[in-house]
């Protein structure tokens, strides 16, 4: 039998060590949690894209100040210094993206990012046209934004990700594998209907054609990032006009109870829960009646996000 010692493996395995006299400045309080003692919490970008150019065919957003207005209250809560843009164009979102990442974030903890907008797998709309969701990451990368290496770089993005409703199971069939597609034809009992909502895309908006790349799945799998989607690839993503978007609503219910306490990706996965089991759509249109949804995780984090209370600076 070949002994341990002589097989290659995969992973260098390192013991951690007890001592913390080799602790450097900035080093991580405790190794499995991402280092959040700096002096700032870190710069949140809030792009709120409601209205749009009549030639590019999109709906606008009702209900879509109503999700800013609640980020931007909750992120301020968790510490960040929340910057909020309106309407903007194709340059202007890209260049307040490429503008935050050329800035100095080595007093920060992280960087967040929301974009509210209309959308489809890989691409965000802005006010007059459409902007790949890649490009807009991309100066957040390792060799392009040295001051956040090592750091959580955030982002929330609510939209539609295609035209297909998203499917369920019927209470009656679990356990025997039976699911339904949420489609135009498909009945639904009034007496699962939440409050009317429209759901926040363009009837216009082309799918993937078959056999295509997911430009989701092209972001830069960089270290670090975390992107947060409304909806799984090439679904709706579905929005009140009173209330504001799904996804949004949870995120923020579950920011208020336990920012400050519960590490974030178990956060998301209480966003996921409410999302998936307490929103059902009631619309007049019957092409989405009934339909659920699901957000959509991919994390690149290395390490535990904590959003604790910073302690004053007593001097």
């Known amino acids: 039998m070949q002994s341990t010692n002589s097989i290659d493996l995969p992973y260098i395995l390192r013991s951690v060590s007890g001592e913390r006299g080799d602790v450097r400045p900035g080093a991580q309080s405790e190794p499995n949690e991402y280092n959040f003692n700096y002096k700032k919490r870190g710069l949140f970008l809030l792009i709120n894209n409601r209205h749009f150019d009549e030639e590019i065919g999109q709906q606008d957003r009702e209900g879509s100040d109503v999700d800013a207005e609640r980020l931007e209250e909750r992120f301020q809560d968790l510490g960040f210094e929340v910057r909020r843009y309106d309407d903007v164009t194709c340059s202007k979102m890209s260049s307040l993206l490429y503008n935050a990442a050329s800035l100095d974030h080595s007093d920060h903890d992280c960087?967040?990012?929301?974009?509210?907008?209309?959308?489809?797998?890989?691409?965000?709309?802005?006010?007059?046209?459409?902007?790949?969701?890649?490009?807009?990451?991309?100066?957040?990368?390792?060799?392009?934004?040295?001051?956040?290496?090592?750091?959580?770089?955030?982002?929330?993005?609510?939209?539609?990700?295609?035209?297909?409703?998203?499917?369920?199971?019927?209470?009656?069939?679990?356990?025997?594998?039976?699911?339904?597609?949420?489609?135009?034809?498909?009945?639904?009992?009034?007496?699962?209907?939440?409050?009317?909502?429209?759901?926040?895309?363009?009837?216009?908006?082309?799918?993937?054609?078959?056999?295509?790349?997911?430009?989701?799945?092209?972001?830069?799998v960089e270290a670090d990032c975390l992107f947060c989607y409304s909806t799984v690839p090439g679904a709706y993503s579905w929005r009140s006009s009173q209330d504001g978007s799904w996804f949004i609503q949870a995120l923020c219910i579950v920011l208020e109870n336990y920012g400050t306490k519960m590490e974030l990706s178990h956060m998301l996965t209480h966003v996921n829960r409410i999302v998936?089991?307490?929103?059902?759509?009631?619309?007049?249109?019957?092409?989405?009646?009934?339909?659920?949804?699901?957000?959509?995780?991919?994390?690149?984090?290395?390490?535990?996000v904590y959003f604790r209370p910073k302690k004053q600076d007593i001097r």
């Not at 759901?199 to 997911?214: L, R």
Request: aromatic share 8%; net charge positive.
């Open 111 to 220: 960087f967040g990012c929301a974009i509210l907008s209309n959308g489809r797998e890989g691409v965000v709309y802005a006010r007059d046209g459409q902007v790949p969701l890649d490009l807009l990451v991309m100066p957040f990368k390792g060799d392009r934004c040295p001051s956040l290496v090592g750091k959580p770089k955030l982002f929330f993005i609510q939209a539609c990700q295609g035209r297909r409703n998203s499917r369920f199971l019927e209470p009656s069939s679990v356990g025997r594998a039976v699911s339904r597609s949420s489609s135009p034809g498909s009945p639904s009992p009034s007496s699962h209907r939440r409050s009317p909502v429209s759901p926040s895309f363009n009837a216009e908006d082309d799918m993937p054609e078959p056999g295509s790349h997911v430009h989701m799945r092209r972001i830069p």
């Open 276 to 304: 998936a089991y307490e929103f059902a759509s009631c619309t007049e249109k019957g092409f989405g009646e009934h339909t659920k949804q699901l957000p959509c995780t991919a994390s690149m984090l290395t390490r535990y």
